[in-house]
């Protein structure tokens, strides 16, 4: 009996490698990579499990990309997408053009004087914003509202969507295989043609949702500023949604400026995964997509984050459950040092058998939760984070000191074997499944391509975790996890007036 529980775990993990060796072995043979000739990386992955295809398309932009002043407008351009072009969205875009025309002049005007803040002209804003109202409601009646999402829905589209990062904005969907050239050109004309279509009551929008989603949610809040602490040159500093004196004062013009240098096909990697043949497929691409003109390419970021000498501490009240993130800088993928972050957080905190689950949530219970990871992008040397709520009446104090205790542990007393081993399996098994769905397939392929400029870099992940050693966990822990690398907020509870 008792050989036969130790062949079955070696078992698995002989039949999880074979099982990850042919799913990317399979994939190798099954991607169809092509650079068109304005710069559009395209990728294509023939499925034939059920006729639909899942699609990805990102721009290699973020909030990252963004400078003092224009904050969110990534984020804002995201919204602005889905708006429409010349051909989609109107009813007469000749009537509505020259509307447009006045709501940006007026609109500039407006947030010109907004800028001033205390000293602006109250009366002129209120005749600027009387005047922008006007505007918008004469525009309204050209307007075919949500007309992308209706052309997709009708055809049996689902999940049409976007999303905008610190490093990338993405767009997706997935529709019926007999819906391959409906997608290209509908897609194509969006990447070329965007119009920037009430944009003004869009910014709106977004001051409201900053409002619910981030200045009133504590643990968003918390997230902001010490991100802010953290760093204090690279632009990782910069909130994905903005800075709300940026969001209420951003113009037209300069949205239009960004996704001029941005939004451009040779900043672009597009993904297309499921019932679709190659050989079919190329042609559309090229007809539609083709067609789109090279950009200029994208401004290098030159601002790098410079060597943390000494450990930052910030603190918010807030009236919610306090709570702790620490962060410290490391190198980004693909090195060594980023693996090796990868391990120790699922060490550490990955699952109820994890180490700080185990004595700080179950036997001790400092904490109600406890976890650790990477951010907060990919692009640059970022953060290993650990993050934390004390359970009453423990402190963040408590909890941080515990969270050290392990970390220092590390630094002293290597990993087991096992431990290391169950990583692995966790990671090829994470590994495998990130390839079962088209949509999660695609995502992660653009993903690779867009930000590491290789999508195979996906393929060789596995390898890299895989040569991870104990010795390099310590290592690690050792040069990074120090305290004058470290940064740590703390949000507590707002104390009651007495």
């Known amino acids: 009996m008792k050989k036969a529980r130790k062949i079955a775990p070696l078992f698995f993990c002989l039949l999880l490698g074979l099982s990850a060796f042919l799913a990317a072995q399979n994939l190798e043979q099954k991607v169809n990579f092509k650079k068109l000739a304005n710069g559009l990386s395209v990728i294509l992955v023939e499925r034939h499990g059920a006729p639909v295809f899942s699609t990805v398309y990102g721009f290699k932009v973020g909030s990252v990309d963004e400078t003092p002043g224009i904050t969110g407008t990534a984020h804002l351009f995201e919204h602005m997408a889905f708006k429409g072009t010349p051909k989609i969205g109107t009813s007469d875009f000749e009537k509505e053009k020259p509307i447009m025309d006045k709501i940006n002049q007026v609109g500039r005007e407006w947030s010109l004087e907004l800028v001033k803040g205390d000293m602006a002209d109250k009366e002129k804003l209120a005749r600027l914003r009387d005047e922008l109202t006007k505007l918008e409601a004469e525009q309204k009646k050209y307007i075919v509202k949500d007309e992308i999402d209706l052309i997709y ?25 007999n819906q391959l050239e409906l997608y290209c050109l509908m897609e194509s004309e969006r990447m070329k043609n965007t119009v920037l279509r009430e944009f003004y009551i869009e910014r709106s929008v977004i001051q409201e949702e900053r409002k619910q989603t981030t200045e009133a949610v504590p643990t968003r809040m918390l997230n902001e500023i010490f991100m802010g602490a953290a760093f204090i040159a690279h632009p990782y500093n910069h909130p994905v949604v903005g800075w709300a004196s940026d969001i209420n004062s951003v113009t037209l013009e300069e949205a239009a400026a960004f996704k001029s ?47 943390q000498i000494g450990e930052r501490r910030v603190k918010i009240e807030f009236e919610a459950e306090p709570m702790l993130v620490m962060g410290f800088h490391k190198p980004t993928f693909p090195t060594k040092e980023d693996a090796a972050a990868t391990v120790l957080s699922y060490v550490l905190t990955s699952g109820r058998t994890s180490r700080m689950y185990k004595d700080l949530v179950q036997d001790k219970q400092i904490a109600v939760s406890v976890g650790a ?21 423990h402190t963040v104090e408590e909890l941080e000191t515990a969270i050290m205790g392990h970390i220092e542990k590390v630094k002293t007393e290597p990993i087991t074997e096992r431990e290391l081993q169950k990583v692995k399996n966790n990671l090829e098994a994470s590994y495998i499944r990130s390839m079962s769905s088209n949509m999660g397939l695609g995502m992660t392929l653009m993903r690779y391509q867009l930000l590491f400029g290789d999508w195979k870099l996906y393929l060789k992940y596995k390898d890299i975790i895989t040569g991870i050693t104990a010795a390099d966990v310590m290592d690690f822990a050792k040069n990074y996890l120090t305290v004058e690398n470290r940064t740590a907020a703390y949000l507590i509870r707002k104390a009651k007036a007495s």
Do not use: H
């Open 153 to 177: 829905t009708n055809v049996g589209g689902v999940g049409l969507n976007a999303g905008t990062g610190t490093d990338q904005t993405s767009y997706i969907i997935s529709l019926p295989s």
């Open 261 to 307: 240098k941005y939004y451009t096909p040779n900043n672009c990697v597009l993904a297309i995964v499921g019932d679709i043949y190659p050989e079919k497929a190329w042609p559309l691409i090229e007809k539609y997509f083709g067609e789109i003109r090279r950009g200029d390419d994208p401004p290098v970021l030159r601002t790098a984050e410079p060597k």
């Open 373 to 393: 990871g990477s951010g907060p992008g990919s692009r640059y040397p970022n953060l290993m984070t650990f993050n934390g709520t004390p359970r009453y009446p």
